[in-house]
């Protein structure tokens, strides 16, 4: 059986898009094999951990959970879409500067609910950082440092 | 794999269903079970072009009415269900993640039918019904008749849900869930109690049986807050009576009985101070 296609147009971090792509295919296959943007990580692809949040129509989403052909028309922003050609993003330069990578795996989804967090919430306290990242998953168990990341970008926003 | 179809119309969508293909809302738990082998389907059909269930909450003569297409975040973020029905809030920002909530629909929750699906105990409370639309109309079909068995519904081969109704909150009510960790974990148990104007008390009962549990209270002593305790837990330990919870990965049956006996006291304490404070 040869999968439906269907085609579908995405604008990825500013960029149009018109794409073939199989129904049954995520937005998460779509951004890395299709578009190369790796960025965004498969770890669970079952929106448990977070590793492949992504924004679409400015909501963060989990891109294992979005059907290719769900996302067709929508505004999507991935983690390489954050920095500019010379400045790394607030939340991407905090991270950095607190040393809030181990093996970096759950990193741009991290940063991806961090910076969601953000935008909502200029001056979260810590429990509101650990509920917005509690989609977000650390096998490093790297939390406090991630945590402390998002508060000095929150710092360095104000 | 499976075929995709996105009809802009209702009685399109029906058609689909009614030829056996699965309906796709939020995608957070169909998808999964796609890809796991839990359901099957030779096609999905997407819900989210049709304009009337597209998202949106709003009031009418008989209550407060939710689209099937409204996700988590919507019914957290509305003042209008925040000032009515906050226990509905409560649980609907238990839900999975924030990324999880900004997909997943309330009336898919209730059409997963898991017997620990955490909005089920507060609609229940709040007296919710669901609207279906079948090939050969409309029906309502309180939710507590909805609820058959784990991951079964009342619904028909060929129907869907397109709204959930709630009618003008006659209860004063609390909802509490107990998980392994915080984010994205199915409820241990749950439970959500509500105080009722007339003085009865009704509890929800989630992850306690087959299908969300209700029991309810009308002698008067569970809303009575000067009543001895001994009596108040008498009582509450004769309506969890009804509970049969499983055991598994999440807990043994022992202790999600344990469990449920204590949110219902909390709940019940929740929801008496609310009472008070709707006074």
Redesign the interface.
């Known amino acids: ?1 040869t ?2 296609t ?1 085609n579908i147009t995405l604008v990825v971090n500013g960029q149009h898009h018109s794409l073939d792509v ?3 295919h ?1 937005l998460l296959d779509v951004l890395r094999n299709d578009l190369d943007l790796t960025g965004t990580k498969e770890c669970c ?4 951990c ?1 590793a492949c ?1 992504v924004r679409m129509d400015e ?4 891109a ?4 290719a ?2 996302a067709d028309g929508r505004d999507i922003t991935t983690i390489e879409g954050l920095a500019t050609e010379d400045h790394l993003s607030p939340v991407q330069q905090a991270f950095l500067e607190e040393g809030a990578v181990q093996c970096g795996f759950c990193i741009p989804g991290m940063v991806m ?1 961090a910076a ?1 967090l953000l935008e909502h919430n200029d001056a979260p306290t810590e429990e509101e950082i ?3 990242l ?4 650390c096998r490093c168990a790297g939390y406090k440092r991630i945590v402390r990341a998002v508060q000095r970008a929150a710092e360095a926003g104000r | 794999m499976f075929g995709y179809a996105r009809p802009e119309s209702l009685p399109e969508a029906l058609e689909l269903v009614g030829a056996g293909a699965r309906p796709l809302a939020g995608g957070t738990d169909l998808l999964v079970g796609l890809r796991k082998g839990k359901f099957t389907a030779d096609r999905v059909v997407d819900l989210k072009a049709i304009t009337e269930l597209q998202p949106a909450i709003y009031e009418t003569h008989g209550g407060w009415e939710i689209t099937a297409g409204t996700v988590m975040s919507d019914i957290v973020d509305h003042p209008g269900v925040r000032a009515r029905y906050p226990a509905l809030v409560q649980a609907a920002s238990a839900v999975g993640s924030i990324q999880i909530r900004n997909r997943a629909t309330l009336a898919g929750n209730v059409c997963n039918a898991s017997p620990a699906a955490d909005t089920a105990p507060p609609l229940l409370v709040y007296d919710a019904s669901v609207v279906v639309a079948g090939a050969d109309g409309e029906r309502t079909i309180s939710l507590v008749d909805f609820f058959v068995g784990p991951g079964q519904t009342a619904l028909l081969p060929g129907e869907l849900v397109t709204r959930l109704v709630l009618p003008p909150p006659t209860r004063s009510a609390a909802f509490a869930r107990l998980t392994r960790r915080r984010g994205v974990d199915l409820a241990t148990v749950s439970v959500c109690c509500g105080v009722g104007d007339d003085g009865s008390v009704r509890f929800a009962l989630g992850a306690a049986g087959p299908r969300p549990l209700v029991v309810e209270d009308t002698s008067g002593t569970l809303a009575d807050p000067a009543a001895p305790e001994g009596d108040v837990s008498g009582r509450i330990g004769e309506l969890l009576a009804v509970a049969t919870p499983i055991s598994d990965v999440r807990a043994g049956a022992d202790y999600r009985r344990a469990m449920l006996e204590v949110l219902a006291h909390r709940t019940l304490e929740a929801a008496l101070a609310q009472r008070e404070e709707r006074r």
Do not use: D, F, I
């Open positions: 059986m999968p439906q269907m199989a129904v049954h995520s692809a079952e929106g448990e977070g949040t909501k963060a989403v989990n294992c959970l979005v059907l052909v769900e609910s969601y650990r509920e917005a509690s989609g977000n998953l």
